[in-house]
């Protein structure tokens, strides 16, 4: 499975948000893409998923042309987007159902990734019932219950509490580990990006301002001299516009 961007050019009316991206994701990779707010980083993930179109250039999973949204592209966002109206079981399975499975059997795969996530339970609980770091593991698992090749997260730990976000990010790279799917990671958390990528991709005003390879072995912590070297360098990237006062060291 690999991922492949070329030369691809994003504009709404007369604002050019994507600049002649180019990027080869490797399969089971991890790779964070960092920037500020409207540096082009979410537009490029909505790419990527199927919800846009690209101007210009290529989006190819495996040399198939990205057409539009996929169960093989599993999408996990900032805000959840849990159906409050359907308990916690039928929220992971509902996908599922969409997509033709059975409704028996949707329940039961869907039992699967909720155990995977640690809240098997929680099936018949509603979402205003949930905490936010258990609403995004229910978010997590119904991105998961289809069986991607790749999950995008636009920012999803975005809205939690530090220590919560802490907690999701352990969660989310045991879960890589037992599944493998390659991921795309938003984020505009410098240390949540060196955390769990293999790779940083740093964008500015529309385009790949720098690619960081981060070569540090799980579980990374913060005194780690490479940490320490790619916070410094990252910042440096950054160093001087108005982005740095948006990107966020942890």
């Not at 990374?220 to 910042?235: A, G, S, V, W």
């Amino acid at each position: 499975m690999q991922l492949t961007i070329e030369d691809v050019n994003k504009s709404f009316g007369d604002k050019r948000v994507l600049n002649s991206i180019n990027l080869q994701i490797k399969p089971h990779e991890i790779l964070c893409v960092l920037g500020h707010s409207g540096c082009g980083k979410s537009t490029l993930l909505n790419l990527i998923a199927g919800f846009l179109q690209a101007d210009s250039g290529s989006l190819t999973v495996n040399d198939a042309p990205i057409k539009g949204p996929s169960k093989t592209r599993g999408v996990v966002f900032q805000d959840h987007a849990l159906f409050p109206w359907y308990n916690v079981l039928t929220n992971i399975a509902f996908g599922l159902e969409v997509q033709g499975t059975p409704k028996a059997k949707a329940k039961e795969q869907a039992k699967e990734y909720l155990e995977l996530v640690g809240l098997q339970e929680y099936a018949e609980n509603y979402p205003d019932e949930l905490s936010g770091g258990m609403k995004q593991r229910v978010g997590i698992a119904r991105a998961l219950a289809s069986g991607p090749d790749i999950l995008l997260m636009d920012e999803p730990f975005g809205a939690l509490d530090i220590l919560t976000r802490d907690t999701m990010r352990k969660e989310l790279l045991r879960i890589c580990q037992e599944l493998r799917p390659m991921v795309v990671f938003v984020t505009h958390s410098i240390s949540e990006a060196i955390h769990l990528g293999d790779r940083v991709v740093v964008m500015k005003g529309g385009e790949i301002a720098e690619v960081f390879e981060v070569g540090i072995q799980h579980p990374r912590m913060y005194d780690h001299p490479r940490f320490t070297q790619l916070m410094t360098e990252i910042e440096q990237v950054l160093m001087g516009e108005e982005e740095l006062s948006q990107v966020i060291r942890d």
